[in-house]
């Protein structure tokens, strides 16, 4: 909604108190600021690149993406959600051969939520950065690290 990208960037660290998530977040950011910045170039893209070479944030990269569309806050939250439900749901396929009829009835019933979901971080949008949600879930955080540290592992987030 206008927030300066460098400003939420650093917000974002702040409230992921994670090293390894930290990682992977400006990770997949860097591979997400390349797919936009080929579809929807831009100055605003361009110069948080510049700005964070090695990556900023997937959600900062996300808001900017979307912005960069021609997309609002409303949009973009909707993005997010989806992205939230549909990543796993395409792995429970995938690694325990579920139903992908079955997933996808599952993303299908949960869509009123999502809608809920989305128009919560759309309204926070408008907000002050500091306003921010800033949820935390301290055990995600431990078995991130223990994720991290494992030979092998089936994701990077």
């Known amino acids: ?87 796993p749901a395409t792995a429970v396929v995938r690694l325990l051969s579920l139903d992908p009829f079955e997933a996808t009835a599952v993303l299908a019933r949960l869509a009123p939520e999502l809608d809920g979901v989305a128009a919560q971080a759309a309204a926070a949008a408008h907000g002050t950065i500091d306003a921010l949600p800033a949820a935390s879930a301290p055990l995600l955080d431990i078995t991130a690290e223990m994720h991290a540290a494992r030979p092998v592992r089936l994701f990077a987030s």
Not at 20 to 41: D, I, S
Not at 53 to 58: D, E, F, I
């Open 1 to 87: 909604h206008g927030h300066d990208p460098l400003a939420l960037d650093e917000a974002a660290d702040a409230r992921t108190p994670s090293p390894a998530l930290r990682a992977v977040a400006r990770r997949l950011g860097r591979q997400l600021m390349r797919a936009a910045r080929a579809t929807w170039p831009g100055p605003e893209l361009a110069a948080l690149a510049e700005a964070r070479p090695r990556g900023a944030h997937q959600p900062v990269v996300l808001g900017l993406t979307a912005r960069s569309a021609g997309l609002g806050p409303e949009d973009a939250a909707h993005c997010v959600a989806y992205e939230t439900v549909g990543g």
